[in-house]
């Protein structure tokens, strides 16, 4: 009983934290993806210069 006690008094409060916080962290999962993707490619670019 004590898991129910945990669960907030407001569900769609929690829900829209919870839709926010999923949509922000795969927004930044992305964003990182994109700066690592442009990162590689400027690293092998420079790499490809310096040969």
Same mark, same amino acid.
């Given at each position: 009983? %004590? =898991?129910?006690? =945990? &669960? $907030?008094? *407001? $569900? &769609? /409060?929690? #829900?829209? /934290?919870? &839709?926010? +916080? %999923?949509? *922000?962290? =795969?927004? #930044? #999962?992305? !964003? !990182? @993806?994109?700066?690592? *993707?442009?990162? #590689? /490619? %400027?690293?092998?670019?420079? +790499?490809? @210069? =310096? /040969?």
């Amino acid at each position: 009983m %004590s =898991s129910s006690s =945990s &669960i $907030p008094q *407001f $569900p &769609i /409060l929690h #829900l829209h /934290l919870y &839709i926010y +916080k %999923s949509f *922000f962290d =795969s927004y #930044l #999962l992305q !964003n !990182n @993806i994109f700066e690592g *993707f442009c990162y #590689l /490619l %400027s690293h092998r670019r420079h +790499k490809s @210069i =310096s /040969l």
